[in-house]
């Protein structure tokens, strides 16, 4: 008798994140290397990054590009549809909209402040600069002579509402292309009919289909990381590391600001309700979004905790906090604005007043029309940047650390939709009596 070979177990996956931060590390190695030991002009550097390196690079950001419009768009679409509640909800709705567009504000105005204060992309040799914008592809050259073709003052504004939507999407004019989404969305609730609850539902299909699209594209991320992480380090050296440290130290100083000054004073002078007590009840949710980098993720873990350690009505914590998972990211709108600028700084745009107002403005849209899971952010950040001006392939520069960017966002977001609902929850009549604050 054929003795039994027991089954081996199955290999546990190397997580996507270890992956990244393999393929930061062996390309920043390497280009480091490439950058002391051969020099930037040395002939086979040349070859590698002008025939290997950054067509892959480049490859990996057009299939990016490829997905943001529609995957912006659905998410956009659906996030409004879905506050179909307000009008059923009434005061809690508008309330829980309002708070939202107010806080991530503030959140925007908080990073853009810092970034500007402390100018981590700042200092670069404008001759660098420009030597890896030639490197570019060809969408990186139409990038920058966009930037004298931006529309201005009221043009800018009258832009926004576009005359053809098709050519909106085809010339990446985020505003106007949000602007459409932003009408169609609030059309689906206002509209009570089979017919647009089947468009609703095609959209959701879209938004579902674009999600999965770009979860496919981000396998890719390990491998863009390292051609894109080679190819600055390479032309950089060290002063790359410098940079990314300083910018990761604003982004993470940024957060924890909004989190731990913004939220409590919120939480005390607006909901009446004790910042300490919210922190030691929220603490499950926020080890989980950490860990997961994701607020759709963590939203069943944001329920539980309302109901069990935080006492919310569970008709307002339902509503704010499924709404939240999409609408209410105030990390995400703080991060874009602050990588934005971060980037602009780094290839040596000068945005204006003006330019920065309209990055606020799309970063807090985009807050809404962000997916709530991990790298969802990344393609709005591309697509702002080409909205500015500023080199797309500029995050290239930040994907590498941005695994532990996300999950430090996500966890400002899920922590932020639960100080929402407790706020909202304030004054209801089933709401539980808050501790002194």
């Known amino acids: 008798m054929t003795p039994v070979t027991p089954a081996r177990p199955a290999r546990r996956k190397l997580p996507l994140h270890w992956k990244m931060a393999i393929g930061f590390g062996a390309g920043l190695l390497l280009g480091v290397i490439a950058h002391y030991g051969a020099g930037a002009d040395a002939t086979w550097v040349k070859w590698l990054t002008t025939w290997v390196t950054q067509p892959a690079a480049t490859l990996f950001l057009r299939l990016i590009f490829m997905l943001v419009i529609p995957l912006l768009f659905s998410a956009l679409v659906v996030g409004v549809a879905e506050m179909g509640d307000v009008r059923s909800l009434g005061r809690i709705g508008w309330r829980t909209l309002a708070y939202t567009v107010v806080v991530s504000a503030i959140a925007v105005v908080l990073g853009l402040v810092l970034v500007n204060l402390f100018k981590p992309g700042a200092g670069v040799d404008p001759a660098q600069a420009q030597l890896l914008l030639s490197q570019g592809s060809e969408r990186a050259q139409a990038i920058v002579s966009s930037t004298t073709t931006q529309p201005k003052g009221l043009d800018m504004f009258l832009s926004i509402v576009p005359d053809n939507v098709i050519k909106a999407a085809a010339e990446n004019t985020i505003l106007a292309v949000m602007f459409f989404a932003l009408m169609l969305g609030i059309g689906l609730v206002l509209t009570r009919s089979e017919n647009a609850s089947i468009l609703k ?51 993470v100083l940024a957060l924890a600001l909004h989190m731990f000054v913004v939220y409590s004073a919120v939480l005390k002078f607006v909901g009446g309700y004790s910042p300490v007590r919210f922190f030691r009840g929220v603490q499950e949710a926020m080890v989980m979004a950490f860990s997961t980098a994701s607020s759709n993720a963590t939203l069943p873990t944001a329920l539980r905790v309302a109901d069990e350690q935080l006492g919310l009505p569970r008709r307002v914590s339902r509503f704010v906090l499924t709404v939240g998972a999409t609408a209410n990211q105030n990390g995400t709108a703080l991060f874009e604005g602050v990588t934005v600028l971060f980037l602009a700084q780094f290839f040596g745009v000068d945005l204006s007043l003006t330019q920065q107002a309209t990055v606020m403005f799309v970063c807090i ?36 650390v941005d695994r532990f960017l996300d999950m430090c966002r996500t966890t400002l977001n899920v922590t932020g939709d639960l100080m929402l609902a407790t706020v909202v929850s304030a004054g209801e009549s089933d709401a539980a009596v808050p501790e002194p604050a």
Do not use: H, Q
């Open 201 to 251: 539902r095609g959209i959701e299909g879209l938004f579902e289909v674009s999600m999965t699209l770009i979860g496919l594209v981000i396998r890719l991320a390990p491998y863009a990381v390292f051609c894109m992480m080679f190819n600055l380090a390479a032309l950089f050296g060290w002063d790359l590391m410098a940079k990314l440290g300083a910018y990761v130290g604003v982004v």
């Open 365 to 400: 849209l985009g807050g809404i029309g962000t997916a709530g899971v991990p790298a969802g952010s990344l393609p709005v950040v591309a697509l702002i940047c080409t909205m500015v001006g500023v080199p797309a392939e500029g995050i290239g520069l930040i994907l590498g």
